[in-house]
T-cell receptor
Framework: GQNIDQPTEMTATEGAIVQINCTYQ??????LFWYQQHAGEAPTFLSY????GLEEKGRFSSFLSRSKGYSYLLLKELQMKDSASYLC????????????FGKGTHLIIQP | DTGVSQNPRHKITKRGQNVTFRCDPI?????LYWYRQTLGQGPEFLTY????????KSRLLSDRFSAERPKGSFSTLEIQRTEQGDSAMYLC??????????FGQGTRLTVV
């Protein structure tokens, strides 16, 4: 089966840095997505990694190691509005073109 | 607004009734996906279309579920003989092939 693991919940302080890890074991891999989802709202796209390494986009960065089946999302200069769930999703490809998501990490930002 | 649109936003139905949801994708996107999400979980893939062709169906999609995209534009998801376990948020997303998928706001189904 497909397995994507993320921590269920994390807490961080406004202004600090937090790293959300994701490990995956899937049949096929074309790329890894991170989405942000506020309660009751649609997931919104944050980042997409296809090759190994770090992708930086403003306060958010995402890292991928395909050999280790591992990714992380790094959030810097945390703001209260960053309180949300963060979803790690794998695009398996090879005809399996829907994304397979982890359960999501609920991030709580404290003042 | 040119994003993905889903209707209705909320649906309450009695167990055993049939329900149908609609998704209007971003107009130039030929791929359309349906997901189901329950509280505290990530979205679970149900099915996807490329134009009007349904190319993949998850094992989660029982025979009570059917999805169509007759003209390659909007899509409908029908659930027959609803059960309480069908209560969830049903999300639609669209994309160009190999591109980022954009999600709609979802339809929240409650089966009582």
């Amino acid at each position: 089966g497909q397995n994507i693991d993320q921590p269920t919940e994390m807490t961080a302080t406004e202004g600090a840095i937090v790293q959300i890890n994701c490990t995956y074991q899937t049949s096929g891999f074309n790329g890894l997505f991170w989405y942000q989802q506020h309660a009751g709202e649609a997931p919104t796209f944050l980042s997409y990694n296809v090759l190994d390494g770090l992708e930086e986009k403003g306060r958010f960065s995402s890292f991928l190691s395909r050999s280790k089946g591992y990714s992380y999302l790094l959030l810097k200069e945390l703001q209260m509005k960053d309180s949300a769930s963060y979803l790690c999703g794998v695009h398996r490809g090879g005809g399996a073109d829907g994304l397979t998501f982890g359960k999501g990490t609920h991030l709580i930002i404290q003042p | 607004d040119t994003g993905v649109s889903q209707n209705p936003r909320h649906k309450i139905t009695k167990r055993g009734q049939n329900v149908t949801f609609r998704c209007d994708p971003i107009s130039e996107h030929n791929r359309l996906y349906w997901y189901r999400q329950t509280l505290g979980q990530g979205p679970e893939f149900l099915t996807y279309f490329q134009n009007e062709a349904q190319l993949e169906k998850s094992r989660l999609l029982s025979d009570r579920f059917s999805a169509e995209r007759p003209k390659g534009s909007f899509s409908t998801l029908e659930i027959q003989r609803t059960e309480q376990g069908d209560s969830a948020m049903y999300l639609c997303a669209s994309s160009r092939p190999g591109q980022v998928a954009f999600f709609g706001q979802g339809t929240r189904l409650t089966v009582v």
